[in-house]
C-alpha cells in the first residue's frame, strides 16, 4: 500500500484548546491534513479537511487559509485520482475539519460507528459547532458501514477505538510494506506535546477517556513500533512527505 498525506490547509485555535487550559489567549495555526491509502483492497481516505464556504460561514474566527490547491479534489489530482474513485471514506470522527471534502467522494462507502453518527446528528450544546458541517452524510442516500471496536478494514489497516474527544473516535494503524507502522491519530491527539505531557484538547466528550485513548495510541505505538502522526502539529507536518509524495510501497 501506498500512504499519502494531503495537504488540506490550516485554521486558527487558541493554544488553550490544543493544550487544556494551558497559555490562555494564545492563537495557534495548526495544519489540517487527509490520508489517502492506495491499497490492493481499494482506495480508502482517513479524514477529509474542512469546507471552506463551511468555516467562513460557521465558524470565520478559526481564520481558514486553505488555497485552491488545498482541496480535497485538487490533491488528489496531483495523484491522478479523481474523487468518484475512492472506494471507502473513515472519518477519524465528524468534527468540521475531518469530513468537509466526504461531499467529493459520491462513490465511497462511509465506514463508521453508529454512535459517533447519533452524535453528531443530535449533538450536546457544546458539540454543535465541533458538528457544525453536516454535509457529509445525506440519510438514503451516504452509503454506510458501520463498525464496532477494533476492526481490520483491509489487511494491514486497522480502525482501533480512541474515543474521549468525541464519543466514537477513531484512530488508524497502516503497516505498508518497507517501512515503520504509522498511526493517524485524528484528534485523541492533536500534537507531540500532548503526547509528551499527557495533556488532552479543550475540546472533548469525556476528558478521563481522552487521557485513556492517549495511552492508548502510546501502547498501540509500542506494541507494533510504530511511527505516530499527530492530527494538528504544524512543525513535524511541515517534515513529513505530502502528495505526490507518498511512504510505503
Ligand atoms: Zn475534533
Redesign the pocket.
Known amino acids: 500500500m501506498k500512504i499519502y498525506l494531503l495537504d488540506l490547509g490550516s485554521l486558527v485555535i487558541d493554544r488553550s484548546d490544543v493544550l487544556w487550559h494551558i497559555d490562555v489567549g494564545t492563537p495557534v495555526r495548526f495544519p489540517v491534513y487527509g490520508v489517502y491509502i492506495d491499497h490492493p483492497e481499494g482506495k480508502f481516505i482517513f479524514d477529509t479537511g474542512y469546507d471552506l464556504d463551511h468555516v467562513n460561514k460557521v465558524l470565520p474566527f478559526e481564520l481558514p487559509e486553505q488555497s485552491p490547491e488545498q482541496t480535497l479534489p485538487a490533491q488528489l489530482a496531483k495523484i491522478g485520482v479523481k474523487p468518484e474513485e475512492i472506494d471507502y471514506v473513515i472519518n477519524?470522527?465528524f468534527?468540521f475539519?475531518?469530513v468537509g471534502g466526504n461531499r467529493y467522494l459520491t462513490n465511497a462507502t462511509l465506514i463508521t460507528s453508529k454512535h459517533e453518527l447519533r452524535s453528531c446528528l443530535v449533538p450536546e450544546p457544546f458539540e454543535r459547532l465541533?458538528y457544525s458541517d453536516l454535509s457529509f452524510y445525506t440519510r438514503g442516500q451516504t452509503k454506510v458501514e458501520f463498525i464496532e471496536g477494533d476492526v481490520e478494514i483491509a489487511k494491514g489497516l486497522t480502525l482501533f477505538e480512541t474515543p474521549g474527544?468525541?464519543i466514537a473516535?477513531y484512530s488508524l494503524l497502516a503497516e505498508p510494506e518497507g517501512r515503520r507502522p504509522m498511526i493517524f491519530c485524528?484528534?485523541a491527539v492533536y500534537t507531540f506535546e500532548t503526547l509528551e505531557r499527557m495533556i488532552i484538547?479543550g475540546?472533548h466528550l469525556d476528558p478521563v477517556d481522552s487521557v485513556s485513548a492517549i495511552k492508548r495510541i502510546r501502547q498501540v505505538a509500542r506494541e507494533n513500533d510504530a511511527e505516530i502522526f499527530p492530527?494538528h502539529d504544524m512543525e513535524p507536518w511541515l517534515t513529513w512527505k505530502h502528495a505526490p509524495d507518498y511512504y510505503g510501497k
Do not use: A, M, P
Open positions: 477519524s470522527h468534527h475539519d475531518h465541533g474527544h468525541t473516535h485524528g484528534d484538547g475540546f492530527s
